[in-house]
């Protein structure tokens, strides 16, 4: 339906009132009689004095002429608010999230996600992020390090413009956080693309102990011996220990400086 997205909505009343008042022949009472319902029933549901029972959500979601992931995502919100344990209402929430997340989610092409795989695509992003950037490739080319070229800079900000990734909102850029659809074949290029991305991170450390000053940069390294078997206890650890140590230094204006903060772990022993 091109007048009513339910997705705009992240409870269920909201949801049906705009389905409601998105065209003028619509109303509580055809609503209910659709629903099979008094008209009492859906203004008190609508005024949260009721709930909307979930064995009724069914015939509800047809009444709202909803369909396939618009339906479904009408049923887990009303599950959500339904009379049941705390976590299925929670794994229903969840649900409902993940749901309103794909259908907001940009879908870029395959081009597009291998372009976007480049290493100094996140270097862009954080200077648009902090305000500092210009999408001029010869000026971006000129500001990153290890060289890039400036043809290589504009084939990437056209990709990043046309998934809409990155957008200018009166001579403002910025950037687009909702998550990024994908099929297998996507799904298979973006694991490529990211495993060489980590490949380029390695080279690129080695080559900022050769040519960049001891104050621009620090490489440490530790031999541990653990238990195996709390490997990925470890792993959340060290993600969790990256955010903490980042966050506090991430400016949101006036940095004028992009600097790449990684941390490997793999086992030295077979």
Same mark, same amino acid.
């Given at each position: 339906m091109s007048d009513f997205d339910p997705f705009d909505h992240a409870e269920y009343r909201p949801l049906i009132r705009a389905w409601i008042g998105a065209r003028p022949a619509r109303s509580q009472t055809l609503l209910a009689r659709r629903a099979g319902v008094s008209r009492s029933m859906v203004a008190m549901v609508l005024a949260g004095e009721r709930d909307l029972p979930l064995a009724s959500a069914e015939t509800w979601a047809d009444a709202l002429e909803l369909e396939d992931d618009g339906r479904a995502?009408?049923?887990?919100?009303?599950?959500? #608010?339904?009379?049941? %344990?705390?976590?299925?209402?929670?794994?229903?929430?969840?649900?409902?999230?993940?749901?309103?997340?794909?259908?907001?989610?940009?879908?870029?092409?395959?081009?597009?996600?291998?372009?976007?795989?480049?290493?100094?695509?996140?270097?862009?992003?954080?200077?648009?992020?902090?305000?500092?950037? %210009?999408? #001029?490739?010869?000026?971006?080319?000129?500001?990153?390090?290890?060289?890039?070229?400036?043809?290589?800079?504009?084939?990437?900000?056209?990709?990043?413009?046309?998934?809409?990734?990155?957008?200018?909102?009166?001579?403002?850029?910025?950037?687009?956080?909702?998550?990024?659809?994908?099929?297998?074949?996507? %799904?298979?290029?973006? %694991?490529?693309?990211g495993r060489q991305y980590h490949h380029v991170q390695l080279e690129h450390a080695s080559r900022a102990l050769d040519e960049q000053p001891p104050e621009t940069r620090w490489v440490g390294s530790l031999a541990v011996a653990v238990d195996g078997s709390r490997i990925e206890e470890m792993q959340q650890a060290l993600h969790r220990f990256q955010l903490e140590v980042i966050e506090p230094f991430r400016a949101d204006a006036g940095a004028d400086t992009v600097v790449q903060v990684s941390l490997q772990l793999f086992a030295r022993t077979r």
């Open positions: 995502y009408l049923l887990l919100l009303v599950k959500a #608010d339904s009379p049941i %344990s705390l976590d299925l209402r929670r794994q229903a929430r969840a649900q409902a999230a993940a749901l309103r997340d794909s259908h907001y989610a940009l879908r870029p092409t395959l081009r597009q996600a291998q372009l976007l795989g480049r290493w100094f695509v996140p270097v862009i992003l954080e200077l648009v992020r902090a305000g500092r950037a %210009s999408l #001029d490739p010869e000026w971006l080319a000129a500001r990153i390090w290890p060289e890039v070229t400036a043809d290589e800079v504009d084939e990437t900000v056209r990709a990043l413009r046309e998934a809409g990734i990155v957008t200018e909102e009166d001579g403002t850029m910025r950037i687009d956080h909702r998550p990024i659809a994908t099929n297998r074949q996507l %799904s298979d290029e973006l %694991s490529r693309t």
